[in-house]
C-alpha cells in the first residue's frame, strides 16, 4: 500500500498510481473493520472476564466513592490484600465524579471512551505528521488495526485502565501550536493524575519550550491545589510523608508485568534493594540521553519524534512502568508507518521491517511474557521475561542515532 505525504514531494521522486491511492483507504478501513470485529467477537464469546474484567477500574470506582465517603481510608484501605489506590487526591475526586454513574454503565463507557481515545490519539498523530483528507484517514486505520492487537492496549482495555485516555489528552496538548498560552497544561493535568508525565517539563525545558513547560508546572502544582481543598487529611498523607516515592506501593517491583528499568535490573539481580543503585544510575543516563534526543528532534520539526521519544523515556526510567503502561506503542507504529513512507530503497523496506518488528514484539500473543505461559529455555526465557524494555531501548537508540545525524547534518535523513 502506498500512500503520499500531503504537501511534500515523494523520496522517490514520483507520485504513487491513482488506483493505489484509490484503494488505500478501503483496504485500510476493511482491515481495521475486521480487527476491531475480531475483537468485538473475542470479548462475546470468550469466557467472562477474559477479555474485560475491569480490575483497575473497579479500584478506581471504591478510590471515588471512598473520597466522597471517607476520605482518610482512601491510602489504608485495600481492595484486596496488596490491592490499594495509589494515584494522587486530585485523580481521587476525578474517580468520585466516575463513582456517580451505575458500575455497569461506569466500566462498558469506560471501554467505548478508552477505544475512541485510541482512535483519537492516532487522528491527532497522523495529523502532527502531516497527513491530511482520505491518505490521513487510511494511515489512521492502517495502524489502528495493528495496534488494537498489540498487548499493552489489549490489557489497557482488559482492566479499565486510564492510560489510554492520558495519552489523548498528551497527544492533543502536544499537538496544539506553540503561540497558545496555555499549551501544556493538558500535561499538567494528566501528571496530576499519575505522575510520570512530568518528564515533559525537562523535555520542553531541552527544546527552548520554556512557556510550555511552566504551563505544566502551573496546571500541575493547580491539581495539588485542588486536593487539598478538597481532600486536606489525604493530600497531606500522599504529598508530605513521602507515600508517593515508595515503588512498592504500587506493587511488585520484580514481577514480570513490570516492564521497565528497575524491573529489569531487579530480576537479574534478585533484589530490589541492591538494585536500586545500580538503576538511578542507568535511569540518569538514559534519560539525560533520551531527553536530549527528544529536543534535538523537536528543535529540528520532527515534533511528534519529539515527545514520543520523551514518552519512551519516562517508560524506561519510571521505577513502575506495567505493560498496559506502554500503550505508546500506538502512536510509535504511526511514526514508524509515516518515515517508511518517506523514505526511498532499502531505508523504506528497513522502517517497514522496523513498524513490523515492533508491532509483533508487543502483540497480544498471550500473556506477557512469553516465558511465564510458554517455558522457553534459559536465555531466551530471560529476553521473554524483559521484551518491552529491550524494544523500547531499541527505539531509544533509534531515536537518539537520529538525534545524532540531526546534530551532525542539520537534517533528518533517511536511515
Not at 467477537?41 to 474485560?52: A, D, N
Not at 490484600?81 to 456517580?100: D, N, Q, R
Not at 523515556?313 to 521505577?319: A, D, E, F, T
Amino acid at each position: 500500500m502506498a500512500l503520499a505525504r500531503p504537501g511534500l514531494k515523494r523520496a522517490s521522486g514520483a507520485e504513487p498510481p491513482s488506483r493505489q491511492r484509490a484503494l488505500a483507504l478501503p483496504v485500510a478501513a476493511g482491515v481495521c473493520a475486521l480487527a476491531l470485529a475480531a475483537y468485538l467477537v473475542g470479548v462475546i464469546l470468550r469466557h467472562p472476564g477474559q477479555m474485560l474484567d475491569w480490575y483497575d477500574l473497579e479500584v478506581y470506582n471504591h478510590a471515588g466513592l471512598i473520597a466522597r465517603s471517607s476520605p482518610r481510608r482512601l491510602y489504608t484501605w485495600q481492595l484486596y490484600p496488596g490491592i490499594k489506590f495509589t494515584y494522587t487526591p486530585f485523580a481521587a475526586l476525578v474517580f468520585a465524579g466516575c463513582s456517580l454513574l451505575p458500575w455497569a454503565v461506569l466500566r462498558w463507557l469506560m471501554t467505548v471512551t478508552s477505544l475512541a481515545a485510541l482512535g483519537v490519539t492516532l487522528w491527532l498523530t497522523v495529523g502532527a505528521l502531516g497527513w491530511r483528507g482520505r491518505q490521513r484517514a487510511a494511515l489512521l486505520a492502517g495502524v489502528a488495526a495493528a495496534s488494537l492487537w498489540t498487548e499493552p492496549v489489549q490489557r489497557a482495555l482488559h482492566l479499565g485502565q486510564v492510560e489510554l485516555l492520558l495519552m489523548a489528552l498528551i497527544a492533543w496538548d502536544m499537538g496544539q501550536p506553540d503561540r497558545r498560552w496555555w499549551k501544556g497544561a493538558g500535561v499538567g493535568v494528566a501528571a496530576g493524575i499519575k505522575l510520570i508525565p512530568l518528564v515533559f517539563i525537562g523535555y520542553l525545558v531541552l527544546a527552548g519550550k520554556l512557556r510550555q513547560a511552566v504551563a505544566v508546572t502551573a496546571a500541575f502544582l493547580g491539581t495539588i491545589v485542588i486536593g487539598f481543598a478538597f481532600l486536606p487529611h489525604t493530600s497531606a498523607k500522599y504529598w508530605l510523608t513521602g507515600y508517593f516515592v515508595h515503588p512498592g506501593n504500587v506493587g511488585a517491583v520484580r514481577s514480570l508485568l513490570n516492564q521497565s528499568l528497575l524491573g529489569l535490573v531487579a530480576r537479574g539481580m534478585g533484589s530490589v534493594r541492591h538494585a536500586t543503585p545500580v538503576w538511578l544510575a542507568v535511569a540518569v543516563l538514559i534519560g539525560l540521553l533520551g531527553l536530549a534526543a527528544a529536543a534535538v528532534l523537536d528543535r529540528a520539526g520532527r515534533t511528534v519524534a519529539g515527545w514520543l521519544t520523551c514518552a519512551l523515556v519516562g517508560l524506561l526510567c519510571s521505577p513502575i512502568s506495567w505493560d498496559q503502561h506502554w500503550v505508546w506503542v500506538a502512536p510509535a507504529i504511526a511514526l514508524l508507518a509515516d518515515t517508511a513512507l518517506r523514505a526511498r530503497g532499502t531505508a523504506r523496506w528497513a522502517w517497514w521491517g522496523l513498524a513490523v518488528a515492533v508491532a509483533a514484539l508487543l502483540g497480544a500473543w498471550g500473556s506477557l511474557p512469553l516465558g511465564e505461559v510458554h517455558p522457553l529455555p534459559g536465555s531466551l526465557r530471560e529476553l521473554s521475561w524483559n521484551s518491552f524494555v529491550e524494544v523500547g531501548l531499541g527505539l531509544l537508540a533509534v531515536a537518539i542515532g537520529a538525534a545524532w545525524r540531526v546534530r551532525r547534518h542539520g537534517r533528518m535523513p533517511a536511515l
